[in-house]
């Protein structure tokens, strides 16, 4: 057993896991407990959910909100909207399903005391754009954490799960998961009858514009290290929409948000001669693409292609014109107060580099891409959708299960379903609950079976980073250089700059080819082979070693699915230089994988895109 063994062993057994705290996972355990009174709900998180996962500092808008009540928009309307931001590929019945239930979510943030705001002479809640209310929102994570913490029979804090379970007796079952935890090092083993995985997005597997000692400064949260994505891949479910990386026009250096700026201030953006610079990129970006040029909203992919090519063309820096607005002393309060919302790091910087929004148009940036299924963009697991409105070949059993018995997800964790973002992830979190209560009660006494002799595996393979340190840590070379092990942070490092090169990040102009995805892929296999010798000094860096484990493979999944799909479908996130068109006689469709973590070879497939609303 190594030098580990002796770990204590804790062993949880509940109905339903949640894994992740975060949106959706409070959201999940809030549900869970509503439809399973006498369930036994548990739900692990490796931070505390109090402030854990991307709304951790607090948000200034809820993003997803119908407003029903007030005749504003319809689920069908969101559909559409979602459809035309992702150039026609969503999966319709999933954003339906959010869409008709996300406006009881928001509702009951209020009543739990979230802040609101509320438009003085309507009385409605406070717009900043068609989808988004504003929100005094500094405490959303705790007021939502709070509903989780009641409903919940556990929260398992500073846990951080490594592995899922499978059943022994049921290839395709999950059983439950593993991890440690982060401050005890304890070894937990937590079996379920069904799991729901919720953790997050993935930042930090492409090189990040800051690095050295800035490079947690990125604009997904630098903690959200690609879990939703491995947990599932490695159980053998089918992944969706992995190509589909996401690319953040945002103020530079603090990535602090600018939709608030847009939609409420209604300030614009300018090339560095206060030239207008978009419109002029369409007539080109038509011959590539297409009628899609011509949608409204001008998808977000396509506003970053803009962006790109004016930049390139040397009429850089892109500026957002805030001189205008911020003359205005309500518009300044409101621009300075979004910030201190949800992104203080960017008063900070403006602070710092002398920048006063009222007397200097401060510079918009690109973001290294970034992989989530609840923004602009849709990665993630392939789910069963609804019983009442999804096509059949969607439908396999339970609402948000993957492919695999007893495994749902929501927020993040979910693909081909966008632009859900805080409310939305929490909505799909209690559509998974509801789910995963009914897939327990079919289930009756029925118990999971959990391997002795898996465990025992699991257990050795988790603290193995802690094992090679310990017996490495005599021979360095130099400073941190070891001949016997890999630091995580030199790991991570490595993986950044494999997918910055050759897999489209910010230093190849985010473009690609099947040679460079071929060389990628090879040097990722590399990598992976490497991580066997990682090695860990403490706990925390037993988690990052983990975290990279995770980020490894959810970046494998890109690239195989980047490879796959021979267009460029999104230019502005990504583009194929030997397949620079949209294509939509071969690839109006969604593309799966299903990693077999015995081979380590990958499958693709195509699914076909229906569209259930006009
Ligand atoms: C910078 C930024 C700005 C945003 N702005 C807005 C906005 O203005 N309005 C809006 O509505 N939405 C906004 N969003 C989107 C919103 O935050 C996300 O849509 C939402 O948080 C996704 O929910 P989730 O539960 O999938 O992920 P998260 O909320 O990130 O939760 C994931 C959880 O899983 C945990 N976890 C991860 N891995 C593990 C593991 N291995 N073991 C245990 N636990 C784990 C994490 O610690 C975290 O608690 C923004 C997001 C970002 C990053």
Wanted: aromatic letters at 10%; a negative charge; glycine letters at 10%.
């Amino acid at each position: 057993m190594g030098l580990f063994g002796h770990r204590r062993t804790v062993f949880t057994d509940c109905d339903i896991l949640v894994i992740g705290g975060g949106m959706a996972g409070c959201g999940a355990t809030y549900e869970s407990r509503y439809w399973g009174r006498d369930l036994k709900i548990v739900c692990v998180e490796k931070a505390n959910i109090e402030r854990s996962g991307a709304v951790a500092q607090g948000l200034y808008a809820i993003n997803c909100y119908m407003g029903m009540q007030w005749g504003e928009n319809r689920p069908e309307d969101h559909v559409r909207y979602a459809r035309n931001d992702l150039m026609g590929l969503v999966r319709e019945d999933l954003g339906y399903d959010i869409a008709r239930h996300v406006d009881s979510t928001v509702h009951k943030f209020e009543e739990w005391g979230l802040p609101i705001m509320r438009d003085p002479a309507t009385g409605r809640y406070q717009r900043e754009g068609k989808w988004q209310i504003m929100i005094h929102g500094e405490s959303y994570k705790p007021i939502v954490a709070e509903a989780a913490r009641k409903a919940a029979t556990e929260v398992c804090n500073r846990i951080m799960v490594t592995h899922l379970l499978m059943d022994a007796t049921k290839p395709n079952r999950a059983a439950g998961a593993v991890g440690f935890n982060v401050r005890t090092g304890h070894f937990h083993v937590f079996r379920a009858k069904a799991v729901i995985v919720c953790a997050g997005g993935a930042s930090h597997i492409f090189k990040p514009r800051a690095v050295g000692e800035g490079m947690g400064r990125t604009w997904y949260a630098p903690w959200s290290s690609a879990s939703a994505y491995a947990l599932p891949i490695l159980a053998g479910a089918k992944m969706t929409q992995m190509e589909n990386r996401i690319v953040l026009t945002r103020f530079k250096d603090g990535y602090g948000p600018v939709g608030a700026y847009f939609l409420h201030l209604k300030t614009y953006t300018q090339n560095a001669y206060g030239e207008e610079y978009e419109s002029k990129w369409f007539d080109k970006l038509r011959e590539q693409i297409g009628e899609y040029v011509d949608h409204h909203p001008v998808p977000t992919c396509l506003r970053n292609h803009a962006f790109l090519e004016e930049v390139k063309a040397g009429r850089g820096p892109i500026r957002m014109v805030t001189t205008e607005a911020f003359q205005d002393p309500h518009k300044e309060t409101v621009g300075w107060e979004n910030f201190l919302g949800m992104t203080i790091g960017q008063a900070v910087v403006w602070a710092s580099q002398n920048i006063d929004p009222k007397h200097i148009n401060p510079e918009l940036t690109t973001s290294e891409p970034y992989v989530m299924g609840s923004h602009a963009t849709c990665s993630g697991a392939w789910a069963s959708g609804p019983a009442d409105c999804a096509p059949s070949e969607y439908q396999w059993g339970y609402n948000r299960m993957m492919t695999v018995d007893g495994l749902f997800g929501a927020g993040d964790t979910i693909g081909g379903s966008a632009h859900k973002f805080s409310s939305g992830s929490f909505t799909e979190g209690r559509i998974a609950g509801k789910a995963a209560v009914n897939y327990v009660n079919d289930l009756g006494r029925e118990q999971p079976q959990v391997s002795e002799a898996e465990l025992a595996d699991l257990k050795k393979a988790i603290y193995r980073p802690m094992e090679n340190y310990a017996i490495g840590r005599n021979e360095i070379v130099a400073g941190t250089v070891s001949p016997s092990y890999l630091l995580p942070l030199h790991g991570l490092q490595r993986l950044e700059k494999i997918m910055d090169e050759y897999v489209g990040g910010i230093g190849a102009h985010y473009t690609t080819n099947a040679p460079m995805l071929t060389r990628g892929l090879e040097l990722l296999a590399m990598l992976k082979e490497d991580l066997d010798h990682i090695g860990a000094e403490d706990l925390h860096q037993l988690q990052r070693a983990w975290e990279l484990e995770h980020r490894v493979l959810a970046s494998e999944a890109v690239t195989q699915h980047t490879m796959f799909r021979t267009e460029t479908r999104w230019p502005g996130y990504y583009y194929r230089a030997d397949h620079p068109k949209l294509d939509d006689t071969d690839w109006h469709c969604f593309t799966l994988s299903r990693y077999d973590r015995h081979s380590g070879q990958w499958q693709m497939e195509k699914a076909p895109v229906y569209h259930i609303v006009d």
